[in-house]
C-alpha cells in the first residue's frame, strides 16, 4: 500500500523560496497524479497544483503562478513542490495527495502526505 | 473555476444523532466528480467518499454520499466522538480543483 512521506517543517524569511519533497513509498508512483493543497491557519483547504510524472505534466492554479514550480524524480518516486517569493500569508501547512486510479486528476485525492508546515517569519 | 458553497458552517449535534451536510456547486458535476473529506486537527485530510456516494476503503457505513449534477450530500449517522470534525467537499470535474469552505461538526 503506496505511502507519502513528506520533508520537514521549514521557517523561511519574506521574499525566499522553500521546496517541499513528496516521496512514495510501497507501491508505485509515475502511474498516477500527483496534487499539492495547503492548509493555512484557520482557513481551509487549498488545491495549488498537480503533476503527472508519467505525462510529464503540470497544471497550476492560476493564482500561484509565476510563483509555483512543481516537479518529479521519477528515480526516487518523488515529487517536489517550490514556492518562491514567500510571504507572510503562505504560512501554511502544504500536502501532497495522490489521485488515485491511472494517470489522471479527475479521480479523488485518496492518499496523502504527512503534511509540511512551512512559516513564513 | 467552479465554486462549491458549503452548509451549514457549523453544525452542533450530539453523539448518536445524524448530520446531513451539503454541498453545492457552480456549475453541473458530470460523472458526479466530488469527494468528501474529514480534517481533524493536526491530521491530513482523510478521503471519505468519492463520485458523489462511493465510500472510499475503511470507511464506517454510517458515512454517505448522494446527489448529483449541482446538488451533493454527506449524511453522517449515529455520530461518534471521533467524527466530530472539519469535512470538506472537493470537485475534480474541471481545474483548478477546488474546495468548499467546510462545515464543522461540533459536540453540542
Known amino acids: 500500500q503506496v505511502q507519502l512521506v513528506q520533508s520537514g517543517a521549514e521557517v523561511k524569511k519574506p521574499g525566499s523560496s522553500v521546496r517541499v519533497s513528496c516521496t512514495a513509498s510501497g507501491g508505485t508512483f509515475h502511474s498516477y497524479a500527483i496534487s499539492w493543497v495547503r492548509q493555512a491557519p484557520g482557513q481551509g483547504l487549498e488545491w495549488m497544483g498537480g503533476?503527472?510524472?508519467?505525462?510529464?505534466?503540470?497544471d497550476v492554479a492560476e493564482r500561484f503562478r509565476g510563483r509555483v514550480t512543481i516537479t518529479a524524480d521519477e528515480s526516487t518516486s518523488t515529487a517536489f513542490m517550490s514556492l518562491s517569493s514567500l510571504r507572510y500569508e503562505d504560512t501554511a501547512v502544504y500536502f501532497c495527495a495522490r489521485h488515485g486510479d491511472y494517470p489522471t486528476y479527475h479521480s479523488a485525492m485518496d492518499v496523502w502526505g504527512q503534511g509540511t508546515a512551512v512559516t513564513v517569519s | 473555476e467552479i465554486v462549491l458553497a458549503q452548509s451549514p458552517g457549523t453544525l452542533s449535534l450530539s453523539p448518536g444523532e445524524s448530520a446531513t451536510l451539503s454541498c453545492r456547486a457552480s456549475q453541473t458535476l458530470t460523472k458526479n466528480y466530488l469527494a468528501w473529506f474529514q480534517l481533524r486537527p493536526g491530521q491530513a485530510p482523510r478521503l471519505l467518499i468519492y463520485d458523489a456516494s462511493s465510500r472510499a476503503t475503511g470507511v464506517p457505513d454510517r458515512f454517505s454520499g448522494s446527489g448529483s449534477g449541482t446538488d451533493f450530500t454527506l449524511t453522517i449517522s449515529r455520530l461518534q466522538p471521533e467524527d466530530f470534525a472539519m469535512y470538506y467537499c472537493q470537485q475534480y470535474h474541471t481545474s483548478p480543483w477546488t474546495f468548499g469552505q467546510g462545515t464543522k461538526v461540533e459536540i453540542k
Open positions: 503533476i503527472i510524472p508519467t505525462r510529464h505534466t503540470t
